[in-house]
């Protein structure tokens, strides 16, 4: 009957064993068996635990549960200390240290704590920055600010106008400012390198 449910590649592979071959399968856990030594590749185990020492948490936390559970599912003989280390170690660093601290003696127990405690302590945390953002908002409002401010072109940098076009502009090149040329620039040292002269 689990036969009838193959498809493609595993379909192929039954009927070849058991028509042709004439090896037929006894029971469920000879068939699991022989699936897994057919279709699963030897690394697999440990290319799962390698992907769990990489699943790190850099979105919300339903993110890398999803991710973490994921992964898990997959990994075979497992202890849940082992589990629930591999958990923590992927949370980030607050949370990490708030879940270490209770010691879960389950990946479930593990799992619920953590959300709860980014759901309770990060809500809070947004909450709050949004508060003091609109609390910005009206203080700058009140005093007359919030209004567009004039660009200092002082801060440009003025390095990387050529000289082509401080010619075509009318600009020194030293300072790259209008209204005058390179031998009278305002900006310019007097003497050449003033401060190799003072050395």
Known sequence: MLASSLRAGAASWYHTRVAIEQ???ANISDFHDALTHEFVPPELQYRIRAALRKCRQTKSIDDYVAEFRRLIAQAREMS????????????KPETRKKITYLRCSTLSAAISHAQAFEWAHFAQR?????QQGAAFGDAKASHGEGQPEPMD???VNTRSISKDECRTRNLCFYCKASGHRIHNCP???VHGNVHAQQM
């Not at 849940?80 to 949370?91: A, K, N, T, V």
């Not at 947004?126 to 949004?130: F, L």
């Open 153 to 155: 072109i002082s801060m």
């Open 80 to 91: 849940q200390l082992d589990q629930i280390d591999h958990f923590c170690e992927g949370l």
């Open 23 to 25: 090896r037929p399968i």
């Open 187 to 189: 900006k310019k040292p």
């Open 126 to 130: 947004s909450r709050q920055d949004r």
